[in-house]
């Protein structure tokens, strides 16, 4: 825990302070890592990654959601498990190429943009799906949907089978259903369903460099292209602003819904 | 006056692939009737419960509850609530949430169903628990929150389906006495699963064996206990002097059995019987006398010999095991231990004509 969690993150920390020497850095107690991020567009990119990976999340939650509780419900048990294998599929091809692969489907002559003209619902292609902020969010819920769903439907999944027996002998309808039973009994997988997805969404550079456009910058493009330019300082601010915005977020997600009462284990 | 019928099953069954798990079902529940549904495990008896409950669809048959037939309707819709096996309780609500859920969800005021938590949360002796969560309560605790959840919507009928069976002995006996009073506070008929007899003795104005997918057969528990009609019932009550014979001849008063190599005689109560008939008889091991005997053959009536092969101390009886010439073996159960009975030795099996039940099937 200490050397593969701890000491990393301290060292994040120390190197963010070091001043920046042509190929690698030198001991310093400097701020210029952190002006360099905060006064140019660099804060205005994270902030806005920020956004777009809640929108991320959401869009993540009420899709993923009810496939999870649709297995949970719907599928017999013994086929449940298999069901879920088939969202493991996509990760058995490289995320690269999943990706990657994301563009011609999305593209303005793709297959989403042709299926559309040809079933004339639209006049002229859609150009937002790539190179732009929404390629993006599209290509994080591609890539994280999945996490959401198995967070969730393992959570599901310890929700013993004899409360939907008494709901039924109390008549719980589908609405109260999902808002007293299924809400909060899988509130722990949403949560970590949603840490993972926004998490991901603002730290991982692969999805912006191959989907975004100049205005899709996220914190993990910033720290790669710092890297790249081989200012390491700055890449180590960058990773150590999201990591204390992540613990700020999470801290304000504790003050505002108790996320002690929220992951209570159900017993 | 005659009770009026809360519930009349009629002719249901229900079967798993080529199973029967309930085979032609006929049961008639009365109002106010505490009713228990006793048998082996996997005998039909949940299925039972839960036909009359809505949570299964039996293949043919019908169910009427207070008049009315309740066949195609769902558990919301019949006047019945249900107390599940194990602790069904909504792990992320209170106790008080628990309790008046099932209120919540037809729009009640929020300061009624209060008032009624409270009071149901008194009757069932859950007095200021209202802010504990499931986990916190004992297993005890948990069903009475159960009970209260499913007693509040004041449904004609409640149902429970092996409600004590994950409790230790103790607790289910105190539990039993409670259900018991609170079936007659709140009046209603309470049909009760369970495949221990002690419960379902203790609890049960009628009982009804079932087994099989079949019933078997109802009465009192005193009917049930004292005297089986079947054989099956008197074995699933732990009897465990049960002899076979064959009638050898009978008059209106008594009934001469012939069991290989002796005679017995019993009692004739109007059994349906007639001569050559096999047949099966029991009687309780606490109903006979134990002599020691020097002779190889008794000509006193209602006796058989035997050789003692088991004596043991049990604290409050001493239990003999008895063989007799037919190879069988009887067991005796004596308050007082008879002192100069010994291992191997010859003894007198003594019984008043009236102990032996005849079983006709």
Known sequence: ?267 | MKKSNAIEVKNLIKTYGDVYALNDVDLNISDGEYFVLLGPSGGGKTTLLRSIGGFIRPDSGSVVIKGKNVNNLPPDKRPTSMVFQGFALFPHMDVAQNIGYGLKLQSIEKNIIDEKVNKMMDLVGLTGLHKRKPHELSGGQQQRVQLARALILENDVLLLDEPLSALDAQLRKDMCIELKRLQKTVGISFVHVTHNQEEAMSVADRIAIIADGKMIEEGTPQEIYNKPKKQFTAEFLGEKNILIGKIHNLNKSKIVLDISNDKIEIANNNYDVSKNQEVSVSIKSESIQIKKNVKSKTNEKNSIVGKVTEITFLGQFVRYLVLLSNDEEIQVRSSEGVDNIKLNDQVILNWKLDDFILHNE
Request: glycine share 6%.
């Open chain 1, 1 to 267: 825990m200490i050397i593969f969690f701890v000491l990393p993150l301290l060292l994040t920390v120390v190197w963010s302070v070091f001043e920046r020497t042509m190929f690698w850095m030198e001991p310093a107690f400097t701020f210029f890592s952190y002006e360099n991020f905060f006064f140019s567009s660099r804060l205005e990119n994270f902030l806005s990654s920020m956004f777009h990976s809640s929108i991320s999340v959401v869009c993540a939650f009420f899709i993923g959601f009810p496939i999870a509780i649709f297995i949970r419900r719907r599928v017999r048990k013994v086929a449940q498990h298999r069901v879920m294998l088939l969202f493991i599929l996509p990760f058995m091809v490289s995320e690269i190429i999943r990706i990657f692969a994301l563009r011609p489907i999305l593209s303005r002559n793709g297959v989403v943009n042709s299926f559309l003209m040809d079933m004339n619902l639209i006049d002229s292609p859609f150009s937002i799906f790539v190179f732009t902020p929404t390629g993006v969010v599209i290509g994080e819920i591609v890539s994280f949907l999945p996490f959401m769903i198995f967070s969730t439907f393992l959570a599901l999944e310890a929700i013993p089978n004899y409360i939907f027996e008494v709901c039924a002998d109390l008549g719980v309808n589908r609405r109260r259903m999902f808002k007293d039973i299924f809400l909060p009994l899988a509130a722990p997988g949403l949560f970590a369903g949603s840490v993972f997805i926004f998490v991901n969404g603002i730290g991982i550079a692969l999805i912006p460099t191959i989907l975004g456009g100049p205005g899709s910058v996220n914190a993990g493009l910033i720290a790669t292209q710092a890297i790249i330019a081989l200012d390491f300082p700055l890449a180590m601010a960058v990773s150590a602003i999201m990591m204390f915005t992540l613990m700020g977020l999470l801290y304000l997600g504790h003050r505002l819904f108790n996320l002690t009462k929220l992951l209570e284990p159900i017993s």
